[in-house]
């Protein structure tokens, strides 16, 4: 995890959910990056094309946030938090 040092006036946005909900889904298209539908073993998922610094997307039993993550967006200044394991 990346030391944590805010930048002054940013606004937060925390996504909160059970693990394997979809918050690192959220956060990424909150972030703009692009989603393909595919299937994977007879399954529809999405896929993120570019995946954020830090962020470990999942699908079946690896799926879930560990830790907490979070992405910067400098253009908004606005930090997105995906929180794992909560709900």
Not at 19 to 39: D, Q
Not at 50 to 79: C, I, K, M, S
Request: a positive charge.
């Amino acid at each position: 995890l990346r030391r944590f040092v805010p930048v002054a006036g940013a606004q937060h946005v925390l996504v909160f959910g059970p693990s394997g909900s979809g918050k690192t889904t959220v956060v990424h298209v909150l972030a703009g990056k692009n989603l393909r539908a595919v299937r994977i073993m007879g399954q529809v998922v999405l896929q993120i094309d570019d995946v954020l610094p830090g962020f470990q997307p999942g699908h079946g039993a690896n799926v879930g946030t560990t830790t907490l993550r979070y992405w910067y967006d400098e253009a908004n200044n606005t930090y997105y938090w995906d929180c794992p394991g909560v709900g």
